[in-house]
């Protein structure tokens, strides 16, 4: 049932006139005879009868005003809902680049209720994208196995660059910096790349095209204990954004990875018929604000999207 059709017909039953109707919807005459006409043929009744004062309601039309009345306030509700509700965002990691926007976001849009969430995967993002209980993630678009559904959108938001940690003991820990090919004498370990994800999709494209030893056997104890155990070994080393800072009791060392320097690219995803107010307001904000990405002298898989 069209509701526009619908809100007119209570517009003319209050205004009792065809002609008042149309000042107040700001629409001519018969813009207004049309879609009553038109929800009548729907219907299967006459709505009103024309009278030499303007438009009474028929029974039927009586009938139906206080259903009709109803159905726009289920419908303004329904609207309401979708300005009032935050703005759901899903990040990689709290401790990401685009978390970091995001607060960038808060700070310069005060106004927005933001909810920032972490879902699993990029398939546990895109079903919450589908059924609407997620307006926009951050991801890396798109790994070798997967497109996107043509009802998602996406576009490039930044790339993430990666450094090297090692502990003091380390072989490299006084290295003002290091080059990818380079790493291929050490180890770099990063337990918890789980198969199929995007994480394992892009670290498997860096070593492949640099011959590197990522491995990634061992239990996931979490990034705490992963510092811990670089810090404490002379043989190994992870890879780490660097826009994350760890608390630790030890020293870690941060050495920069050049030529080139392996950035991660963060992706915003949406669904193309997401309506709420506040995505355009973040979709605006990350244009000017996010830093730059394709930058010369750095390196991301050949299978990320340009745009």
């Known amino acids: 049932m069209d509701l526009e059709a619908v809100r007119t017909v209570v517009t003319v039953a209050d205004a009792g006139q065809f002609q008042r ?12 005879s049309k879609r009553v006409a038109a929800l009548e043929r729907h219907l299967g009744v006459r709505l009103f009868t024309r009278t030499p004062h303007g438009a009474e309601l028929t029974s039927d039309g009586e009938a139906f005003l206080p259903h009709a009345r109803e159905l726009l306030r289920a419908a303004d509700r329904a609207a309401a809902s979708i300005r009032t509700r935050p703005l759901r965002v899903d990040v990689l990691t709290s401790r990401s680049a685009p978390t ?6 808060h700070r310069k849009h005060p106004s927005v209720d933001l909810e920032v969430v972490t879902l699993p995967d990029i398939d546990a993002a895109l079903a919450a994208l589908r059924a609407g209980t997620l307006d926009a993630t951050f991801r890396a678009v798109t790994d070798p196995s997967r497109r996107l559904p043509p009802d998602i959108a996406s576009t490039r938001v930044l790339d993430e660059p990666l450094q090297l940690l090692t502990g003091p003991s380390h072989a490299l820990s006084s290295a ?7 790493l291929r004498e050490h180890r770099i370990w990063m337990p918890g790349l789980r198969p199929g994800s995007e994480w394992a999709a892009y670290y498997t494209a860096l070593t492949s095209e640099f011959s590197l030893r990522i491995e990634s056997k061992g239990p996931n104890f979490g990034s705490d204990a992963l510092l811990d155990t670089i810090a404490s070994s002379p043989t190994l080393t992870t890879l780490m954004s660097t826009h994350q800072s760890w608390p630790t009791p030890h020293t870690l060392h941060h050495i920069p990875i050049t030529h080139p320097t392996p950035v991660y690219p963060h992706s915003l995803l949406w669904q193309h018929a997401n309506a709420h107010p506040a995505l355009a307001t973040l979709r605006s904000y990350l244009a000017g604000a996010a830093p730059g990405r394709d930058a010369e002298g750095t390196w991301r898989p050949g299978w990320v999207l340009a745009s």
Do not use: H, I, N
């Open 21 to 32: 109707a149309a000042v107040d919807l700001s629409l001519t005459q018969q813009a207004v």
């Open 100 to 105: 970091g926007l995001l607060r960038g976001f």
């Open 176 to 182: 003002p910096s290091v080059t990818l090919t380079a």
